[in-house]
């Protein structure tokens, strides 16, 4: 199993940014994948989760700002987040199946002026 993030970086707040997963080494289309993070001295927090029919979810403190996506022909999976705010600084993961899932090294998102 391999998951690599990227499209990280230092934002503005109401910037955007577009996270991208690379996936491989399991059936990616049957999967439910999630999008998590984890900011400084806090735990792993569950941002947004696409099941494979492409049926979405998303945490409160995202709702309406970050919008998940799939294709399933790629094995990608995307967040993109607009509206960004300071306190959505963190390091963002993609997760297979549930928080606690496999998931890769990350991407640091750091939104500051």
């Known amino acids: 199993v391999q998951l690599v993030e990227s499209g990280g970086g230092l934002v503005q707040p109401g910037g955007s940014l577009r996270l991208s997963c690379a996936a491989s080494?399991?059936?990616?289309?049957?999967?439910?994948m999630i999008w998590a993070r984890q900011a400084p001295g806090k735990g792993l927090e569950w941002v947004s989760k696409?099941?494979?029919?492409?049926?979405?979810y998303y945490g409160d403190s995202v709702k309406g700002r970050f919008t998940i996506s799939r294709d399933n022909a790629k094995n990608w999976v995307y967040l993109q987040m607009n509206s960004l705010k300071p306190e959505d600084t963190a390091v963002y993961y993609c997760?297979?199946?549930?928080?606690?899932?496999?998931r890769g090294k990350g991407t640091q998102v750091t939104v500051s002026s």
């Open positions: 696409i099941y494979n029919d492409g049926s979405t």
């Open positions: 997760v297979i199946g549930r928080l606690g899932g496999s």
């Open positions: 080494g399991f059936t990616f289309s049957r999967s439910t």
